[in-house]
């Protein structure tokens, strides 16, 4: 039901009234929010997968990295082309062929008759998860009002949190099925993907690329449904000066001088977010509790736990990023993370029970869920210029997925060849160097404009102010 909200008085005319339909707005974010919990969900399946396929197909440790770790390739090339896909096909129409190959990877992947098949299905599932983390939260952004639009794009890690926390799931109730399990653990995708793929037929394509196509009659028709008449009117006028003032971007604008330092920023920022021992835990989970010497049903429902910690926790960092600010949050979350990292090795080194590997798990993936995880694209989406942003958010993002195949394809053979206590000395170390990182680097931008962050970075000031808040 629509409810009249009044707007912004920032002059002496009176408040516009505008009739912002709240049901519909939730109802469009609710159904593309799907497109990160297919994202969280397609990225964790393979978590209970890995001990049977690696039987199947006879995988050493390399084998069995490259097959985790694949589908990060993909995902970096989504992530490229997700961006003019999105410009010249349409927001809606890219998220309906998202939703298609979230399905038919899935089941291609549980079904394949050979290992290089199912890497090729994997790595197209891929593409669907860097299209998917890319287009979902703008088109969001795009249709929500300014009220709601910081929340309802925060609330899309929650989609990604449940997506995790639902493959666990699913991947308990389909343990014992029989031999061919694992098949069925990939194919259960296609549910929430045929479930997304549906409900992207109620969803209108993105207001701002209907204008900007020209098409400002359909925008209107978005906006009204969105807002109302009034709301329609002021919102398309808004958009349509935003594209008479557009500036193009070039890559080359990346490496200028006083860009460079930034983009490195923003590129560790990527890597550490990857490398400090979260994909070693969400990709390997059952695996690690099985180590620990739980039984094997037991592993899979300690995952589920390890999925409930890591989507309740997400809600600290919704609270708290505004008020405690980014910069406290990823040195609190790094130290915090560097000491975890090292209780694991110790546990693992001295055998202790199964219950202090469970606790140190648990605490680690809370920590990273309440710090680390949302922080990071938060961080990333503020500290690059305007007139470079888009194509810096590419370049870290292709660095974020590049970091992430490193580090899922490295755990097994990492295991094997340092054994668990070596593994996660190494995650404590990584953690530790990022923590300095960020002392030393990273300013607190909590509270600032993005042009005066701006200001901040290409001023030279980012290690005195990074002190100074400190």
Known sequence: MPILVPSPNTSSQPRITYDYNFGYIY????????GGLLFGFDLSIISGTVRFFSQHFQLDEYGTGWAVGCINIGSAVGALLAGKLSDSLGRKKLLLICALLFAVSGVGTGW???????????????????????????????VAVPALRGRLVACYQLAITLGILLAYVSNYFLLDIGPDNWRWMFSSQAVPALLFFGGLFAVAESPRWLIRKGQRAAALAVLTRIGGPN????????????FAHEVKEHVRDLFRKDMVPILLIGAAIAIFSQADGQNSLFSYAPEIFQQAGMPQDTAFLQSVILGLINFVFTFVAIGTVDRI????????GSALL??????????????????????FVLGFIAIYAATLGPVTWVALSEIFPNRVRGNA????????????FVATASFPVMQVRLGLPGTFAIHAAICLLYFLFVKAKVPETKGKSLEEIEALLTTAQVVPQARKSA
Do not use: H
Request: charged share 10%; with cysteine; glycine share 6%.
């Open 231 to 242: 709301y329609a009117q002021a919102e398309a006028d808004s958009i349509t000066q935003s």
């Open 338 to 359: 560097c000491a975890d990292a090292a209780a694991l090795a110790l546990a693992f080194y001295f055998r202790l029970p199964g219950g202090w590997v469970l606790s």
């Open 325 to 332: 600010g980014r910069r406290k949050l990823l040195l609190y």
């Open 393 to 404: 958010m590419a370049a870290a993002t292709l660095t974020l997925w590049l970091a992430n």
């Open 27 to 34: 109802l469009v974010s609710a159904v593309v929010a799907l």
């Open 112 to 142: 394949a008759s050979s290992f290089t098949w199912f890497v090729l299905f994997r790595m197209l599932s891929g593409v669907a998860v860097g299209t998917a983390a890319l287009v979902c939260p703008m088109y969001i952004a795009e």
